[in-house]
Each structure stands twice: as C-alpha cells, then as structure tokens.
C-alpha cells in the first residue's frame, strides 16, 4: 500500500488486516514504554492546514511510538504563508528525502492532487468534505471490538454482518460520514443515514445506504448510534431554525436513549457540540464508546504508517 487516501480504496482484506494490526499496536499502547523501532529512520512531516487536535496528536503519537522522525508543519508556519503554493512546498520537503506527508487540507481532493506531486507515502488526514478514511478505520476498530467484547462474537466471526450502524447529524459538510459509509460497505454492514434535509447531501440516495429524515424511527434498529457534529464554521447560512428544534428533530437526549437497543451503543468522532447533537447523559453514558475511539486513533494510525512505510520488527 504506497498512499491512504481513500475508505473506498481499500478491500476487505486490507482493511481486515489493518484493523487487526491495530489490535497488536494497541497492546502496545498499553505498556509503560510505548517504542517500537519499526520506523527507526523515517522521516514523516504532518503538514495541518486545518485545526485539529485528535488526529493531529494520534499521528504525532503514532510516529513517534514507531520511533520515527516526526515533524509537524501548519499552514501558518510554512513557505504556503508567503505565497508559496502547497504544490512547491511538498516537492520541496519531499527533495530533502521525506518517506511520507500526513495531510489535512480544506479543499476537498487537495490530498489526492499532492499524492501526484511527491514520490513519498500520503496519507489523507482529512480533505474539506471530502473524506477522512483513518477516522473511518479507527471508528471499524472500535465497533468491531464492541461486537466481540459486548456482544460475544468469536474473533474469527464477521462481526459487522448483521449489524446497523445509524449515521446521524450534519452530513452535508461531514467528510467522516463518506468514509464510513464506504468502509462499512466493504465490511458488510447495514448503514442508515440521518440528517434534517437541509444537511443531507445532495446525491446521498446513490450512496449504499438508507436515507431518511426520521431519527426517531431509525434510532430503535440501530446497534451502533453515531452523532455527527454539526459544524457550524462551516455554514454560511440557516440550515435549521434553532438549536432546540434541531434538538428536538435529531439531538441524543437521554429520552431518545431509551429507545435505542439494550445492547447498542454510541459514537461520536468529536469534537463534541455538548447539547446540541448529544447531550452530556449521552457523552458519558457506559454505553458511549467515545472514548474507546479516541483510544484507538493512536493505534490504527500506527497499523497504517507501519504498513505503509514498510516498518519491520516485532510488534507483538
């Protein structure tokens, strides 16, 4: 695998072993030491043009657990803010010997343009609205070890055949439910999309999913909830008329809570609007997973730049 830049481009073996690779980089995680010399001499350059917290630091953390050179680089920081384009600047850092760029950029497609212009690994971090396929990955891992660990599954099961995983919240400008939706097709799962139609995107009814605007509806079928922030620095205009009808449509209130599935639970890729698309009885209920993805972003990221960068050793 040379570049992550897409959930759609991976198969379900690549993502199977990916995932399970994860699973060995989280027991590491757990240690007092947390080094691997997988990568010892990489050099890997995060280049951020866009806030972030947790994905910023879970790569960071991720490459430097692997014992690779990390090197993080914004927007604000870099030649881009004197009016260098993002095209020279890549084949600039790539020229000084960099084996991969961890990329986040507003322009959706901005990642896979620059995956063209270096001869080193890209990984996309997240473009505009586009896609964000590591957010996705680490989203798979932390409902796969739900099913297994809540629900009983063997691991030799597939664990997602037969299963729901409700998608709710600002869709339109969410580049996290794209890649979800792509992964979990690849894995078998049933996917149900939600969203008030001011913020479904425009062409979803092709995607492989079920569309509707009925939370309240869908919400009992589903063994996995996920709430979607709505991104407010992202609209320019009025997409509902307030936030307690918002709310009232398609907030996690602990009312809704108890219609959902006993053996359900609930996502959220963060960052958090507390009492906007979730309220906090939601956020820290024991059936809230948040958490557990955060956990797991350090060690699917590692999975990916150990499989990328061609890292040896033991990881065990």
């Given amino acids: 695998m040379k570049h992550l830049l897409s959930a759609g481009d991976l198969s379900l073996d690549e993502v199977m072993s990916l995932l399970d690779l994860a699973e060995q980089m989280h027991d590491v995680q757990s240690r007092s030491i947390k080094k691997l010399p997988a990568l010892r001499g990489r050099t890997i350059i995060n280049m951020f043009f866009e806030d972030s917290t947790r994905t910023r630091t879970s790569f960071e953390l991720a490459g430097k657990w692997l014992s690779a050179d990390t090197i993080n680089i914004s ?82 099961d ?65 063994d996995i909830v996920m ?25 996690l209130t602990a009312t809704r809570m108890a219609r959902m599935k006993d053996s359900a639970a609930i996502c959220h890729p963060g960052p958090m609007n507390r009492g906007l698309e979730i309220s906090s009885e939601a956020a820290d209920a024991a059936n809230s997973l948040i958490l557990d993805q955060v956990s797991a972003g350090v060690a699917v990221r590692m999975a990916a730049l150990y499989q990328i960068l061609g890292g040896e050793g033991d990881v065990a």
């Fill in 227 to 251: 709430m979607l922030r709505v991104q407010r620095e992202r609209m320019t205009s009025g997409y509902f008329p307030s936030e307690r009808e918002y709310i009232a449509g398609w907030g």
């Fill in 158 to 222: 597939r664990p997602f055949a037969g299963r729901t995983v409700l998608i709710t919240g600002d869709l339109l400008h969410s580049r996290v439910v794209r890649s979800n939706v792509l992964l979990l097709r690849t894995l078998g799962a049933r996917t149900i999309i939600c969203a008030p139609p001011t913020l479904m995107p425009s062409g979803a009814a092709s995607w492989p999913v079920e569309v509707t605007n009925d939370f309240d509806a869908a919400l009992p079928e589903a």
């Fill in 75 to 156: 927007a604000k920081g870099s030649s881009v803010s004197k009016g260098e384009s993002m095209k020279d600047t890549m084949r600039t850092l790539d020229a000084m010997g960099v084996d991969a760029f961890v990329i986040r950029h507003a322009g959706s497609g901005t990642v896979h343009q620059a995956a063209g212009w270096v001869r080193a690994s890209v990984i996309n971090a997240g473009d505009g609205q586009h896609e964000h396929p590591t957010q996705a990955l680490l989203d798979a891992y932390t409902m796969r070890r739900h099913f297994r660990d809540a629900l009983g599954a063997e691991p030799g």
